[in-house]
Each structure stands twice: as C-alpha cells, then as structure tokens.
C-alpha cells in the first residue's frame, strides 16, 4: 500500500487554505493509503514562538484536524516533537544538505527578508527538515498547497542523492498531491496573492458564522466591469477562486455569467459566498467546540499517533544508519 503523509505548522488556527491546500485532500485519502499527518511544531520554532502560545497552538491544531475530518485509527495522526527519530535523521541529512542550495530556495529567501534580526540556522535548514518529515516514513504521495511544490522538489532531490551516494534504492520519490489536478493556493480576501497567517487575511475554520460574513463583506473589490467577456482583475478572479472551492459549478457559472454580462452585484457575490463558506466551516467548528475541552481524548490520541509514527520512523532510521555505515560492535 502506498504511503501519503502531510502537516502543518502549529502557528495558530487552520484556515481555509490549510484546509483546501492539504487537510481535505488528506482526508479523502484516508481509506485507500497508509496514511500520516501532524504537526509540524519543531518548524515553528524558527521565529520563536513564546512556549505558552506553542503550546496552545499545538493544542488547536490537533483540535481541528480531528474537527475536519481526519481519523485517528484510520491515519496516524501525531506531533512532530514526539517523534524523536526525526530529529536525529534531520541530523543525518544535514550532512548531504549544501549551504549554496539552502540559501538560495525561495522560501529561505523571503524569510529571511521578513525577519532579518533573526536569521537563525533553522531557517537555513528548514528544507531538511521538512524532506526529513516526509522520508522518514517514506512517503509516495504529499497533499500540500501550491506554496509548497519547491520543499517537494527539494524533498526527490535529497533523497535521491542519499541513494546515489551509498548506491541503494532506499528512498523513494514523493510526488505533491491534489485531487484536482494542479495544486492550488487560496488567496487572501485583501486582493493579495495567498491566504496566510502572517499576512493577517484569513478566514478560520473556527470563525464563527457573523465574523465570516464580516470579513467577506469587507473583501476588496473594485468598481466593477464595463465591458463584456472582460477579463477579472486580481480582487475579483481572489472571490472567485474562493467561489470554485466552496460552492457548486451552477453557482460559479451563475456569477461567471453575470460577470460576462456586466450585471454582477458583488453585494449578492458576497453574501453567496459568505454563505458557502459557512456551509463548509459550521459543523467543522462546531466539532472544534466539542473536542478542544477534552484533554483525556486529545491525550489519548496523540500518544497513540506517537507511537505508530514512532514505529514507521525507527524501522526507516535503523536502515538509514546501516546504510550510512553506523553498525553495533
Ligand atoms: P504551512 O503550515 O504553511 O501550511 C500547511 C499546508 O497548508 C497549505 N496552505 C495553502 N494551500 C493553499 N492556499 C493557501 N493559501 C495555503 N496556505 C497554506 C500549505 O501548502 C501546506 O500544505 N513547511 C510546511 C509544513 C510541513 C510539511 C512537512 C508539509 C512541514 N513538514 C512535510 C508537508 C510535508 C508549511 O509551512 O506549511
């Protein structure tokens, strides 16, 4: 059986992009694949965060994802930090890692321009870590946002050069995954490119209901078409790339058609939007409000995904040092 793993940095609440980008693809993959999925909080150590808010956001992320959909005895569901093999094999890739190719990924690039204070090795090696996450159980296939095609790229290229360089087939090649085809990426609702934590323009999965229609009412838009079949600025083609996730193609083909036709009122855009949003995100949260109290289920599901990751991981790092040369005398 094939092997699917993802995660997603505990930085704080799940959004929609999360949500459209990894979380639902994994979902439906639960049945027919071995399945992993955790939190990725050993990568949010790189901007420092306050070790009570870590904690809390740890927490929510477990929260949600059980919330969304995602079964603990289906899939392994388990914390990155519980999983002390992964430390140690981040250790052992390191040394196939090269300084120029870490420092010029994109992703390293740009935060490092958002936080220069704090440029710290962590950052540097961030890449590694994450081909770390998803090696270690030897992942076929990775459900992730577009965001995150590169950090795949560079996951094939460390574990092939691991195989060339001691000569074995261990590693195989994990592909990105999207059940629709091309991986994709939810923008923000503030006419900019992606819907992110950091860039403060997201809607939560545990929004409730009023604060999403606030927030979709108050989605930049523009003064409108003037002619026919014209082609949507960036604001507009945002609230519809929203529009294609959440509602269904009749809804999408009604607005297309009245965009076509100059006759949109983007009043109606939004109060459809709002609502197909909330279609989606309502039973989700108010899962999160049954389950976030309940410590003994939290605590339950989190040492038993520890211990099936555990027992994937060390089987994959008891071969890698063997490989590596790291035998018992
Ligand atoms: P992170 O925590 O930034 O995001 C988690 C997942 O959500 C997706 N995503 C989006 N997809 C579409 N549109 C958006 N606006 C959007 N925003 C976020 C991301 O593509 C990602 O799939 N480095 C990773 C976490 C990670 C990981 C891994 C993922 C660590 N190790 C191993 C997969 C496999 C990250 O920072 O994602």
């Known amino acids: 059986m094939q092997t699917v793993l993802s995660g997603i940095r505990s930085t704080g609440n799940l959004h929609l992009g999360n949500y459209y980008g990894a979380l639902r693809n994994f979902i439906k993959m639960q049945d027919q694949y ?7 909080d050993y990568h949010s150590l790189t901007t420092h965060p306050d070790p009570k808010i870590l904690y809390e956001n740890v927490k929510n992320v477990i929260t949600e994802y059980l919330a969304a959909g ?8 388990y914390i990155q930090s519980d999983v002390p093999e992964i430390p140690e094999l981040y250790l052992l ?17 740009e935060k490092a321009r958002k936080q220069p204070e704090n440029v710290n090795a962590g950052l540097l090696t961030y890449p590694v870590l994450m081909a770390t996450d998803i090696l270690i159980h030897r992942a076929n296939f990775v459900p992730v946002g577009k965001d995150q095609e590169q950090h795949i790229e560079l996951t094939r290229k460390f574990g ?40 403060g323009n997201c809607i939560y999965l545990k929004d409730d209901p009023k604060s999403i229609e606030k927030k979709v009412k108050k989605a930049l838009t523009d003064q409108g078409p003037t002619e026919m079949n014209q082609a949507k600025p960036e604001c507009i083609e945002n609230l519809f790339t929203i529009l294609r996730v959440v509602s269904t193609p009749e809804t999408v083909n009604y607005f297309e058609e009245k965009w076509n036709t100059c006759e949109i009122r983007y009043g109606d855009l939004k109060k459809q939007l709002a609502e197909d949003i909330i279609k989606v995100t309502e039973p989700i949260r108010e ?42 005398f």
């Open 160 to 199: 092939r050069r691991f195989n060339n360089f001691y000569g074995v087939e261990f590693f195989p090649e994990p592909q990105a995954f999207n059940f629709g085809t091309n991986l994709i990426k939810i923008p923000g609702l503030d006419g900019s490119g992606k819907m992110g934590k950091s860039e």
């Open 70 to 77: 995602l079964d603990p005895e289906k899939s392994t569901l």
């Open 287 to 328: 899962r999160i409000l049954a389950i976030e109290n309940d410590a003994a289920y939290l605590h339950k599901v989190t040492k038993l995904g520890a211990e099936k990751a555990r027992e994937s991981a060390s089987g994959t790092l008891r071969e890698v040092r063997e490989i590596m040369g790291f035998r018992p």
């Open 34 to 40: 071995n399945c992993y999925f955790f939190v990725a």
């Open 93 to 109: 890739l390191n040394m196939h890692a090269y300084m120029g190719e870490l420092a010029k990924t994109p992703s390293f690039k």
